[in-house]
């Protein structure tokens, strides 16, 4: 599958964005996938989850009422709905195909998009 990340930019913090990544291949709607990012110097991060369903969500504690992860299987788009943005979600984000093992760990995604930088001013 390949996957393309967008929506990524410049905002003020309090502000938002949303991203969203198009991916390929006629079986979208069976992945489960998620979102990560990247400081720079830092391991990249854990975001959020969404089944293939959609009826199942996860996120990690430090986005938890400003992230939404959604999905819509008709468009073979994945979104990332970022409300109340502060300087430190400031990263490159990527979104992936979940595989197998730990949810929030790297290596259990097989494919991955090539980023959208998100920059949040102070």
């Known amino acids: 599958v390949q996957l393309q990340a967008s929506g990524g930019g410049l905002v003020q913090a309090g502000g938002y964005l949303r991203l969203s990544c198009a991916a390929s291949g006629r079986t979208f709607s069976s992945y489960t996938l998620g979102w990560f990012r990247q400081a720079p110097g830092k391991e990249r991060e854990f975001v959020a989850i969404?089944?293939?369903?959609?009826?199942?969500?996860y996120y990690t504690d430090s986005v938890k009422g400003r992230f939404t992860i959604s999905r819509d299987n008709a468009k073979n788009t994945v979104y990332l709905q970022m409300d109340s943005l502060k300087p430190e979600d400031t990263a490159v984000y990527y979104c992936a195909r979940y595989s197998s093992g730990i949810l929030y760990y790297p290596t259990s995604f097989d494919s991955w998009g090539q980023g959208t930088q998100v920059t949040v001013s102070s």
């Open positions: 969404i089944s293939w369903s959609a009826g199942s969500t």
